[in-house]
DNA sequence: CGCGGTGTTGAAAATTGTCAATAATTGTGG
DNA sequence: CCACAATTATTGACAATTTTCAACACCGCG
């Protein structure tokens, strides 16, 4: 018999990842409502996914653990990845509209969500402005993130494509309190040409550029940032672009 | 003095784009409580913008007339186009998550639009479970929307992109009332290609290609698409894309 | 220790962008 | 209503970037 009674190990109130998740910018006695909206956890084993294209949608998920992408298949058999959600981030709000998912989540490596049913989150939305808020805020940052990959597809060309998806995920890795210059690569090369919409071979010689020019060490997916002015250079463009 | 008063005539529930705008799947008692929400409309001259990017957000609006791009600068003063918007569209959503517009709204032809100030917008999502589902609805539809601009811009060739740009600008006018193969685009060479993710160059040659091909009648900025099974290829590679 | 998946690298081909010249159209003011 | 200026669009030649196809290397794991 545990200390903590199983339920208590679900509050978002408990949770380390709570700034950076839902109740993000709560009052504290909103946060507390919040407690009863998670009643479950899921894991998700690498590789399998959380959802699929076509499934009903019933809940959102927050990343407790592990590393997601986001896929849809196009007519060919070729997939496109729309992102990669880490923890803390909410995934399935494109299922909303249509209450069918119109993707794939799969999870990169061993992962946990909490689950979110999204007639609780309603009910929470419409009893608590600050839940309301907060529910429209990550909609609206999905749709703001959404034009930074336009952007970054429309008008990049590939190694700048390449740094800014290097300093994205490290800013994001950094808000989590790891290194902000260096990471592990959790998705192969494919995904990564997939995203940024190059192919693995291109994103393969890039990264190989940059580190022949001394910017990067690169190790398979491991990853180093050696020229920090490159790096502030890089932040720049990704900032204006964004 | 007209016969309606002024107010009269903003009621959502009296507007002939009812079923493509807000009001959407609303029952027709929640309808009715919605006509309270427009207490304003707003003209915008063409090239004019109904918002620019760092202007506060405190509305979401309704297109009623015109046709609207919504854009942002990048840092070498090229522009990307993230879309288009035609009457029944909703606009503003970017801003809902920092309270600042993250891109310019600009009019392509003299237009006007409903105004829906958000904390009103709230208020009813709190009140009437029918409009919170709705407005869940059309932001999920717009992060739906991102998606498949990002599977364009990822995946395909500027022959395949400009076609699916024209079947989508005809699909959304059809739905609309207006013919399904011919069209008079309102927007710029140099607008379709930053949306595309081409040059106007490469957009001009690329009509210019399916004009010569036999599939449009393409003079200047009106259109027509002559091939209707070139069509309805081009229609299941657009709906497989999304 | 070999095998499958993953990543790297090279050479040639395809696509798109760039630069430049010209044409057509639209808007404006006389 | 016409003519001119300004904007917008078309087209060509060439260059740059990226893809494609192919061969090979590396890693982790049974």
């Known amino acids: 018999m545990s200390a903590t009674p199983p339920r208590m190990q679900l509050a978002c109130s408990a949770c380390n990842l709570r700034d950076l998740c839902m109740p993000s910018g709560l009052a504290a006695a909103d ?31 927050a990343v407790r653990s592990g590393i997601f992408k986001s896929c849809q298949q196009s007519e060919g058999g070729a997939e496109l990845v729309t992102g990669f959600h880490m923890a ?10 249509q209450d069918l998912h119109t993707c ?17 989150v309603c009910q929470l939305a419409r009893e608590i402005p600050g839940v309301q808020r907060q529910l429209h805020r990550i909609m609206s940052r999905e749709i703001v993130r959404d034009h930074g990959v336009m952007q970054l597809l429309a008008n990049m060309r590939a190694e700048e494509r390449v740094a800014s998806f290097l300093l994205n995920l ?22 990564i040409g997939s995203f940024l919409g190059l192919t693995l071979e291109t994103v393969s ?23 920090s002015e490159a790096r502030r250079r890089w932040q720049r463009q990704l900032d204006a672009a964004t």
Chains 1, 2 share one sequence.
């Open 88 to 97: 803390g981030e909410i995934l399935g709000m494109e299922g909303i509209d």
């Open 170 to 191: 490290l800013q994001r890795l950094q808000a989590r309190g790891f290194s902000g210059s260096e990471l592990v690569l959790r998705m192969s090369r494919q995904d």
């Open 31 to 61: 946060m507390a409502r919040l407690d009863g909206l998670i009643t479950s956890r899921r894991t998700v084993k690498r590789r399998a996914a959380l959802y699929r294209r076509g499934d009903p949608f019933t809940a959102l998920y």
């Open 104 to 120: 794939d989540a799969v999870a990169l490596e061993d992962a946990e969500v909490c689950v979110m049913p999204f007639d609780a």
């Open 205 to 227: 010689r890039t990264l190989s550029k940059l580190a022949a020019d001394g910017l990067l060490e690169v190790q398979h997916r491991h990853i180093r940032i050696l020229d």
